[in-house]
């Protein structure tokens, strides 16, 4: 599905974000800017817009990995565009089997990304293997709103008009009813700070962003 539909992802996401997005990846970066993180592994990276975004942090390496191949060819152009390959690598990997060893990375990232993990445990689990300690990982994921009339307009957007759009610009239908039904089924909020914290992550916290559209969680290794 994310193969079919890498070729217009960008331009759907700032679409139906209104390029709020950008800022949401802004806010979640500042998370580290006093960890001055050195290495940094992107989990489910897609087209690389948040690997991108984190070069800002002045790492030596940034890795981004995902499993759909045609995501990463996008996320590679993107990052010649910018002359910044010296820095970002792309490649293809599982975010429940990481190809890289114990404590190899000071900082670990996914931006909307993790309610796409197959098994949600054993993706943060492995996360977790793969960051130092002292290391910090930044989790960037929608969530659903709660208080009136923002929740009311967000279903109805959810589940009306990104679908409508979805099937006009994108060629994968699925892609954008997908969204919604991942959105709703994944466990935002305290149920997910617990999660990281049932994975080892300590000092778990939540931020909510714009209304409670989508939340920044943060958790570190000790």
Same mark, same amino acid.
């Given at each position: ?29 500042? *998370? ?17 817009? *948040? ?9 030596? @390496? ?21 002359? =910044? ?12 089997? =990481? ?16 309610? !796409?993990?197959? !098994? ?16 910090? $990982? ?22 009306? $008009? =990104? ?22 089924? *994944? ?16 000092? $778990? ?14 958790? @570190?290794?000790?």
């Amino acid at each position: 599905m994310f193969d079919n539909i890498a070729h217009n992802y960008d331009f759907l996401n700032h679409l139906l974000s209104v390029n709020i997005d950008k800022l949401w990846r802004r806010k979640a970066m500042n *998370f580290l800017l006093d960890k001055h993180p050195q290495t940094i592994l992107d989990v489910a990276t897609g087209t690389a817009d *948040f690997s991108i975004a984190l070069q800002k942090l002045q790492p030596k @390496e940034i890795i981004g990995v995902d499993i759909s191949e045609k995501m990463l060819e996008v996320g590679r152009g993107k990052v010649k565009k910018r002359n =910044l390959a010296n820095i970002i690598t792309l490649q293809r990997a599982d975010s429940e089997q =990481l190809p890289f060893a114990d404590n190899r990375f000071d900082a670990v990232t996914v931006a909307f990304g993790v309610r !796409n993990f197959e !098994n949600l445990q054993a993706g943060m689990k492995e996360m977790f293997r793969v960051l130092k300690p002292g290391g910090m $990982v930044v989790v960037l994921e929608f969530s659903k709103p709660q208080g009136f009339p923002i929740k009311q307009l967000f279903n109805f957007y959810f589940k009306n $008009v =990104l679908p409508v759009i979805g099937r006009i610009f994108s060629s994968d239908q699925r892609a954008y009813t997908y969204l919604p039904e991942s959105v709703q089924a *994944f466990p935002e909020g305290k149920a997910f700070v617990q999660l990281m914290e049932e994975c080892g992550y300590k000092a $778990v916290q939540c931020k909510i962003l714009t209304f409670g559209i989508a939340s920044i969680y943060t958790g @570190e290794k000790r």
